[in-house]
């Protein structure tokens, strides 16, 4: 493949698709730009393309995106749980979705929590310390072992008990907010995606509510 005549083997190449050229074998050929959507995920949908139970995120989105292309290639970056809420990405660049999850990316996951125990503020401390030490969870699935790296803690809120806070976390094991407060002997009873890295949600979009990136937003996410 040529852009602008030049040689290019890196996948991960951006295209500005109404300035550059781009042929293969010689033959000069159209460049579908790629799709950016922020969803404002609500609970009760998974992400998965179908379900025997639940509605899935793709059934919210409307028909322009139900097309044969889409329902190829349109694909979240990484999943949130049916009762997550909050910042959901799809698209269809697999270079992005790629950059963002493997497992050496550090990208930094925001979550507001709210937890079953108020807890006070000895032991909010102690959570504080531990989630920056790395939570050990206990291993599911085929997980060999299971210590979380250093997570940031933020508790929200005033008074001497609290039961809100912020956790920001650097990988994506199965549950893994979920799994560090239950090795912290508490129980996350809400949970919300507010930011993957420094992209935000947008909280003028409504619960189930979609919209396309901008060009700083997508910037944002490749600068990962
Ligand atoms: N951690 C969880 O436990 N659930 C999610 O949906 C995301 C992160």
Redesign the pocket.
């Known amino acids: 493949m040529t852009v602008n005549g030049n040689s290019v083997s890196d996948a991960s190449i951006r295209i500005d698709d109404e300035n550059d050229i781009v042929a293969v074998l010689g033959k000069r050929i159209e460049v579908r730009k790629a799709v950016y959507l922020m969803m404002h995920k609500p609970s009760g949908f998974v992400c998965a393309k179908r379900d025997g139970l639940y509605e899935t995120v793709f059934d919210l989105l409307g028909d322009p995106y139900r097309t044969p292309f889409f329902e190829e290639n349109l694909h979240t970056i990484g999943?949130?749980?049916c009762?997550?809420e909050g910042l959901l990405i799809l698209t269809t660049d697999g270079a992005l979705t790629h950059r963002i999850t493997a497992t050496k990316s550090e990208c930094g996951?925001t979550?507001v929590v709210r937890l079953a125990k108020k807890v006070r503020s000895e032991e909010g401390a102690a959570y504080v310390c531990k989630c920056a030490q790395g939570v050990h969870i206990e291993p599911e699935g085929r997980e060999k072992e299971a210590d979380c790296k250093s997570a940031e803690l933020v508790w929200l809120g005033s008074g001497d008990e609290k039961d809100e806070c912020t956790l920001t976390?650097y990988e994506?094991?199965?549950?893994?907010?979920?799994?560090?407060f239950s090795a912290l002997g508490n129980e996350?009873v809400y949970?919300k995606?507010t930011a993957i890295g420094t992209l935000r949600l947008d909280e003028s979009l409504e619960r189930g509510g979609c919209r396309e990136l901008s060009e700083d937003e997508i910037e944002l996410l490749y600068r990962i």
């Open positions: 999943r949130l749980d009762d997550t996951k979550y976390i994506g094991k199965f549950h893994e907010v979920k799994r560090i996350v949970l995606r």
